[in-house]
């Protein structure tokens, strides 16, 4: 009879669930096999056999490698469930201890973000598959030798490459971050130079349009574009004119009570909507069609 023995740590239920489901598959082999708890001296073992009594030598052979690789899928799973938010954790503690709990909370929040592929994203796919195809290899690779292993001692020593693989999500996680605090910090300084400024218009319209520029209204609907934007670009002197942050340094400088944007489906740059929106507040409103939008569609057509 030949058999794995799991060494764990506490309860072994939910491990058992995962090699119950992964060793489901033998009974399509008609493979008989057996999985047990068994508690010695304050410590649990799952134990996993097969009986290869009826069994050619061969036929037992490859058997047991069929265990081994159910087996290690299992463990693969359990490891990325139950361990792998505790291991980012100590990555976080260990090399960026310099950021305060709350902070370290929201990388945390973000790393699992990435490792869970929450965004379902093709690349975050495909790495999602790499870290686990890591961790099966490496099982595989230590029942090459041993028919025994201790759980948290594998995943702390064994898993090098995987834990890797972690820091380096960790790093991205902490990176995108730091983008957002200073992003977050840029919009709280365009909200201060709003707040100290009069308006200048009540309300402004702006009318997005196909080639990336901007049309702008006040609010009896007469072009102002001329008069907002000519002294900004006066001031640049070489290099292509960024259209979007043209926009956004206009409406600040005019600080308009309202503004309403039209075309929306035209505006390549979807951040601009969201900068605007942070910035002015409860001041935004997007118009989802009127004889405005219509007018400059049929201009931008012909």
């Known amino acids: 009879m030949q058999f794995i023995c799991i060494g764990v740590d506490g309860r072994a239920e939910d491990i058992m669930q995962h090699m119950n489901n992964q060793l489901q598959q033998l009974k399509s082999k008609k493979i008989n096999y057996s999985i047990d708890e068994v508690d ?24 047991y490698k069929t265990l081994k690789i159910l087996v290690s899928n299992a463990l693969a799973d359990y490891i990325i469930r139950q361990y792998e938010e505790k291991l980012i954790s100590r990555i976080i503690n260990g090399n960026y201890c310099y950021f305060n709990a709350v ?43 041993t028919d025994s292993l201790i759980l948290d001692g594998f995943v702390n020593f064994r898993l090098k490459d995987y834990i890797k693989d972690l820091e380096e ?18 919009i709280r300084l365009l909200r ?6 009069e ?10 349009g ?7 209204l006040d609010e009896k609907k007469g072009e102002i574009t001329n008069e907002c934007i000519q002294e900004f670009v006066n001031e640049i002197q070489d290099g292509e004119i960024n259209y979007d942050d043209l926009l956004v340094s206009t409406l600040i400088t005019f600080a308009p009570r309202k503004i309403v944007i039209h075309c929306t489906g035209q505006i390549k740059n979807k951040e601009l909507l969201e900068t605007i929106k ?3 507040s409860g001041k935004v409103f997007i118009c989802n069609g009127c004889e405005t939008c219509t007018i400059n569609v049929v201009k931008n057509e012909k």
Do not use: W
């Not at 010695?40 to 058997?63: A, F, H, N, P």
């Not at 370290?104 to 093709?122: G, H, M, P, S």
């Not at 196909?210 to 702008?216: A, D, M, N």
């Open 40 to 63: 010695s001296d304050g410590s649990t073992s799952i134990i996993c056999r097969i009986d290869d009594g009826k069994l050619y030598k061969e036929k037992s052979v490859q058997s």
């Open 103 to 145: 902070e370290k909370k929201e990388i945390l929040n973000k790393a699992l973000k990435i490792v869970r592929n929450e965004e379902r994203t093709f690349l975050n796919t495909l790495f999602q598959i790499r870290r686990r195809n890591v961790i099966v290899r490496k099982l595989l690779d230590y029942f090459e030798n």
């Open 169 to 186: 999500i960790v790093d991205k996680a902490v990176d995108d971050f730091l983008m957002e605090r200073e992003y977050k910090e840029f």
């Open 192 to 197: 201060y130079f709003v707040d100290i400024q």
């Open 199 to 208: 308006p200048k218009y009540d309300t402004i319209h702006v009318i997005a």
């Open 210 to 216: 196909f080639e990336g520029k901007y049309i702008l």
């Open 278 to 280: 942070n910035v002015f």
